[in-house]
Each structure stands twice: as C-alpha cells, then as structure tokens.
C-alpha cells in the first residue's frame, strides 16, 4: 500500500509509506494530488524539477507537498508521477530534489477536490523502515 486516507473531522487526512524516507515523501505527494484528480489519468508529457528545502523534516514535507499546489497555480500542473526524489541531509538542514511528471490542465481531466494548504496539524514522519508520513490537510 502507497498511502490510505484516514477520517478527519474537517480536513483530509493521510498516511503515506514507503521502504526509505524518500518513497514515502514520493507517496505522501500521490496522496495529496489524489484529494484533488485521478492521478493514474494524467498523461506524462511534461517534467518539472523542483527543490525545495528545509530546517528539519516537517518543513520539507510541507514545502515538497506545497510545491504540487504551487505548480497548479503557476502553471496548471497536474501530477500524474514522481519520477525521483533525493533526499539531502546537510549542516544547515534538509534539501530535497524531486522530478515530477505530469500534464497541463485541460478540459480533458476532472478535478473533483481543492487541497487550499498543507499543515503541520497532526504531522508525524517516521524514519525506521517502513518509513511513514501522516499530513493533514485543508481542503
């Protein structure tokens, strides 16, 4: 299993896994792009790298998962895979390199949810094998 949704009162909720951090961050942005269209119905026709970084590891989960919704609003972006991530552990903190594949927004794909912000609300990364991510958030 990739990642499962969890009942929230208000917002979504999600558990994403994976053998190594970095394939659980990979899952954790399936999930998150699944709360809005059917990520398996998206053409792979474009890449976008993106980097984003981190003083310790609930920032870079929200800022790598933030960066889905940035590359929506930018540049109608839809996430269809993650092609890589690398996961950097520096002096100063934590970077990570991601590609993602994905298409443009047209009218050939539905989107059936809005995530407005990912939070630090109720945000657990667990690093030992099987690794796991739990963000919620505000749809």
């Not at 961050?25 to 890449?47: E, R, Y």
């Not at 972006?77 to 443009?104: K, M, N, P, W």
Request: with cysteine; hydrophobic share 45%; charged share 20%.
């Amino acid at each position: 299993m990739k990642y499962r949704y969890l009942e929230h009162t208000a917002d979504a909720k999600f558990q994403a896994f994976g053998q190594s951090l970095e394939e659980a961050f990979q899952n954790a942005a399936l999930a998150t792009a699944g709360l809005m269209w059917d990520v398996q119905a998206i053409a792979l026709k474009q890449t976008q790298a993106s980097e984003v970084r981190g003083i310790d590891l609930k920032q870079l989960l929200l800022g790598f998962l933030e960066e889905i919704l940035f590359l929506l609003d930018t540049r109608r972006f839809l996430l269809g895979t993650v092609e890589s991530v690398e996961l950097i552990e520096g002096h100063a903190g934590y970077s990570l390199q991601t590609v993602f594949r994905g298409d443009i927004q047209s009218g050939q794909y539905e989107i059936f949810g809005d995530v407005k912000a990912i939070t630090y609300n109720e945000m657990q990364i667990q690093r030992s094998a099987p690794c796991l991510v739990q963000v919620v958030v505000d749809m």
